[in-house]
């Protein structure tokens, strides 16, 4: 008896929002209590309505009530707590506006514990013991509460759907299968579920091995990044030792010539002092032997001129001629070192394009194969430009650099220009896997990629540097090397080109409301590509490159 007073209390102090005691207590006007929070922050929930209700008797009231703290509850409770009283334990715990509720609770309604397949009613751990007790009831099936048993009801018959239409696929009651569903292929929903389970199993084992087989791609992946990691950091370590090696050399050379340089200056400068001085000297001599010759001429005594004549008439051997080199000095060393860095940096600008094809062609991943679909080749797109510098100068580039016109220019000479066919190759390189569209207006057309090295008074394709599609009104070719092909497929105003430089492959394809390949070349290619663009003779064609992001 006493158990039960303490339930009672506990129960009328208690919030059946937040199923714990009541926290500043208010009582609204059908008579039940809560916490002033839980039932502001309901009411809050509800102000889209006109009125609001009571969330235990449903009571509605217009317009929402004003909420006062209800100061004797308030006291009870805090008395009670003093006395040790807490929450509602879990075997007391009341159903939530969330919760599965007991469908055999009368008044307020506890947690439901277990949902039966059979009664299709949810029932609290009081109300489910019949299911352990009664032999009948032990065999129904129980689940874990559900508020979704009525789905289980078919919604014409009002029968459990204990059947599965294998022809419409979907479940059904008994009556459905006599019914409507008459001649459709029907089996017991348990027997159906049997048959998906198995389906079931082995989709998750197919999952859990390719879980398996992904996380050991990741794992391999993951040894790639890290042996990906010590590769470059090996490569960048090794790249500046060697260059730190050809600059010691430039500096030794230039210290060798520098030395060399000043030994010759000082062996130079000494020789012509030394002969200098000599030159000093023999002027100092003359003068004086000029100035006794003087002073002789100006003697009246005959005899006395005779007698000192000849010691004075007899001149020393003069100092040899001296014959000096037009003034080059070490001009020619100058010119010697100019040579030699315009060698290094033929050889450097030659190299370097090995050099920097080998870092972009390391791909650790195997090559992916080539897109099906035109969306699948967006993802390659990229945006490219002309090079002014290459145009002819008959050409017109426009919209950005990226659409050329048969118009003449008045550009400046550039050793890039092409000068014999009107052609023009972008600004951009282009490595790895690269896809862009070309639209033309024009009798004929040559759409193409070449590497920069080609030369300028040459045509695309007319060597081994090119490739290029030639598009006509009429028909396309390809040409490579002077080796024209016959290309046959559909006739479009659009071309699409795909490189993957890596793996060696270059296609064109016809872009019209489908995608269709017109040429496909595989190769090996050695330096990097540049998009290439040319035209014919008719003023005012033209062709662009396509914006496609």
Not at 179 to 193: L, M, P
Not at 286 to 305: N, P, V, W
Not at 464 to 472: I, V
């Amino acid at each position: 008896m006493a158990q039960k007073g303490v339930q009672l209390e506990r129960e009328i102090i208690s919030c059946s929002i937040c199923l714990d005691l009541l926290k500043e207590p208010v009582t609204i006007p059908c008579g039940h209590n809560y916490c002033m929070n839980c039932i502001k922050t309901c009411w809050d929930e509800q102000d889209g309505n006109t009125v609001h209700s009571c969330p235990q008797c449903r009571q509605t009231f217009t317009p929402r009530p004003v909420l006062m703290k209800n100061i004797m509850l308030a006291v009870l409770v805090e008395e009670l707590k003093k006395t040790g009283l807490q929450a509602a334990p879990a075997d007391l715990c009341y159903a939530g506006p969330e919760d599965v509720s007991c469908d055999v609770c009368t008044g307020r309604k506890l947690k439901a514990f277990k949902s039966c397949l059979v009664c299709l009613i949810s029932f609290c751990e009081k109300h489910l013991q019949p299911h352990y007790d009664a032999a009948p009831l032990k065999k129904h099936k129980l689940v874990d509460p559900s508020k979704k048993l009525q789905e289980n009801i078919c919604s014409r018959h009002d029968e459990v759907m204990k059947m599965f239409c294998r022809t419409d696929q979907q479940c059904i009651c008994y009556l459905c299968s006599v019914d409507e569903h008459k001649g459709h292929d029907t089996v017991s929903a348990a027997a159906e579920r049997s048959e998906r389970q198995r389906e079931l199993e082995v989709s998750r084992q197919n999952i859990q091995q390719r879980i398996q087989d992904r996380e050991k791609d990741v794992k391999e992946l993951q040894q790639e990044v890290e042996a990906i990691n010590r590769s470059a950091d090996k490569a960048v370590e090794d790249s500046e030792k060697i260059f730190t090696q050809l600059i010691s050399l430039i500096q030794k050379r230039s210290s060798d010539v520098k030395q060399q340089v000043r030994s010759q200056q000082e062996t130079e400068v000494s020789r012509v002092k030394e002969l200098q001085e000599k030159l000093e000297q023999e002027i100092t001599e003359l003068k004086r032997k000029d100035a006794e010759m003087k002073k002789l001429s100006h003697t009246e005594d005959h005899t006395q001129f005779l007698h000192n004549y000849p010691s004075l008439s007899a001149l020393s051997e003069s100092t040899s001629s001296i014959n000096i080199r037009p003034l080059r000095y070490f001009e020619d060393v100058t010119a010697a070192v100019s040579e030699l860095r315009d060698k290094l940096q033929d050889v450097l600008r030659e190299k370097w394009t090995n050099v920097s094809l080998t870092v972009t062609e390391v791909d650790v991943l195997l090559p992916q194969p080539e897109p099906k679909t035109r969306a699948g080749f967006l993802q390659y797109s990229l945006e490219i430009t002309l090079d002014p510098n290459t145009a002819h100068t008959k050409l017109l580039l426009s919209e950005g650099n990226r659409k050329i016109t048969n118009e003449p220019q008045s550009y400046c000479n550039h050793p890039d220009r092409f000068t014999s066919s009107r052609q023009v190759l972008s600004r951009e390189s282009l490595t790895g896997r690269c896809y862009w569209e070309v639209e033309w207006r024009a009798e004929e057309i040559n759409i193409a990629v070449a590497y920069k090295n080609i030369r300028r008074d040459q045509s695309f394709g007319h060597n081994l540097e090119s490739w290029t599609l030639h598009c006509y009104k009429q028909s396309y070719t390809f040409e490579h090397n002077f080796v024209q092909t016959p290309v046959s497929g559909p006739l479009s105003s659009r071309v699409g080109v795909y490189l993957d430089h890596s793996a060696g492959i270059l296609s064109f394809y016809s872009i019209s409301e489908t995608m269709t390949l017109l040429h496909k070349v595989q190769t090996t290619f050695t330096q990097p590509l540049y998009a290439g663009l040319g035209l014919c003779y008719w003023y005012g064609e033209t062709a662009e490159l396509i914006k496609l992001k």
